[in-house]
């Protein structure tokens, strides 16, 4: 079935950046929308970024102008370039299909600390 393998994640400090990876085994990736969901301990999980397949893209208000999400058709993989990083982004980032949602990945951790 559809795999949905996440990575780029680590350990930075406040300001920092990483640009996360979402790597992804279906055939029809083009034409479905894709987000960036993140969930921390003891918290609901938070989409937090989105784009469609004709590359349309929005994000939740507390990442607007410091993230931005993409896409690579021929590679059927998104990406979620985070800049300017704060210690409330510290979370476990996954990515799936908003409107259609298939099982979840395994996530990659971000921290951000000093």
């Known amino acids: 079935q559809v795999h949905l393998v996440e990575s780029g994640g680590g350990l930075v400090q406040p300001g920092g950046s990483l640009r996360l990876s979402c790597a992804t085994s279906?055939?029809?990736?083009?034409?479905?929308?894709v987000g960036w969901y993140r969930q921390a301990p003891g918290k609901g999980r938070e989409l937090v970024a989105q784009?469609?397949?004709?590359?349309?893209?929005n994000y939740t208000d507390s990442v607007k102008g410091r993230f931005t999400i993409s896409r690579d058709n021929a590679k059927k993989t998104a990406y979620l370039q985070m800049n300017s990083l704060k210690p409330e982004d510290t979370s476990v980032y996954y990515c799936?299909?908003?409107?259609?949602?298939?099982?979840w990945g395994q996530g990659t951790q971000v921290t951000v600390s000093s």
């Open positions: 784009i469609t397949g004709g590359g349309r893209s």
């Open positions: 279906g055939s029809l990736f083009s034409i479905r929308a």
């Open positions: 799936n299909y908003p409107f259609r949602l298939v099982d």
